[in-house]
């Protein structure tokens, strides 16, 4: 079997009906997602203190860059405050995405653009900055316009290839860059909810990946070619459920071989 068909069904086998569901389901997976968005761009970041946060909501003798302690609490925060949106299947919003950033950047914003440029967490960039080596970024003025296009496209998709409507979602959101700071985090967290409202395993982009995730991007920001980023992110979905399917086939056998004795 396809290992993503393989994830795929695993993840549509559990039944996630409430948030203690996907609790159950998420329970590493948070902390991992949390641990590699973060490292992507912050390398202070540490696994040993994202798993403190997440499960004892402290770390104890630290000595590091408290942006680092701030950006996974953040991490945490983010997750309660959309589960049950994930639930309810509340379609993506402006206001979702603006929610998602203030939360995640909250306590974490630049000096320069936070004091100088009186820009703030959930607020759209005040100034035009570009990212990535073609310099891509929707103008102040345009950012709004642009993503609401882009909400009311994946909105009204009614096609059957989720991930490829998720890669398209996550290329043309960092294409915009709508935000000063944390557009890569409020990117992949917004992948991953896409994925969940409509029945689909989420994701985790490994920092030991993120030359190709970076070269996948760039790939759409030079011609619009989705593919390669779309063969990324199956490519992690099977990596981050590699484990869990494993597992649930290992049990499959035990029963199997207990049924053949009965």
Not at 118 to 130: A, I, L, S
Not at 145 to 164: A, H, P, R, T, W
Not at 170 to 176: L, N, S, T, V
Request: charged share 30%; aromatic share 12%; glycine share 6%.
């Amino acid at each position: 079997m396809d290992k993503y068909v393989g994830a795929l069904e695993l993840w549509q086998s559990y039944h996630i009906a409430s948030t203690a569901d996907l609790d159950k389901y998420l329970d590493s997976f948070r902390i991992l997602f949390a641990f590699h968005s973060g490292k992507i761009e912050n390398e202070d970041i540490t696994f040993h203190d994202t798993r403190e946060i997440f499960e004892n909501g402290k770390v104890l003798n630290y000595t590091g860059n408290p942006r680092a302690l701030f950006e996974q609490l953040n991490q945490k925060l983010c997750y309660e405050v959309l589960k049950d949106k994930i639930i309810q299947k509340e379609p993506l919003s402006v206001e979702i995405i603006r929610e998602i950033h203030k939360v995640l950047t909250s306590g974490t914003y630049d000096g320069n653009r936070y004091i100088e440029n009186e820009e703030r967490p959930g607020e759209f960039k005040k100034h035009d900055y570009v990212t990535g080596l073609h310099e891509v970024g929707s103008s102040t003025e345009d950012v709004e316009s642009d993503l609401i296009e882009l909400i009311n496209e994946i909105n009204e998709y009614g096609g059957n290839d989720v991930l490829k409507a998720a890669s398209y979602l996550h290329a043309k959101f960092e294409f915009i860059h709508p935000f000063a700071d944390g557009n890569g985090r409020v990117g992949r967290t917004l992948l991953n909810y896409y994925l969940m409202i409509n029945n689909h395993p989420p994701l985790i982009v490994y920092d030991e990946d993120k030359r190709l995730y970076y070269e996948s991007l760039q790939k759409y920001d030079e011609d619009e070619e989705l593919s390669a980023l779309n063969e990324f992110f199956k490519y992690q979905v099977e990596k981050t459920w590699e484990k869990a399917m494993a597992l649930a086939n290992h049990v499959k056998q035990e029963r199997k071989g207990l049924s053949d004795f009965m």
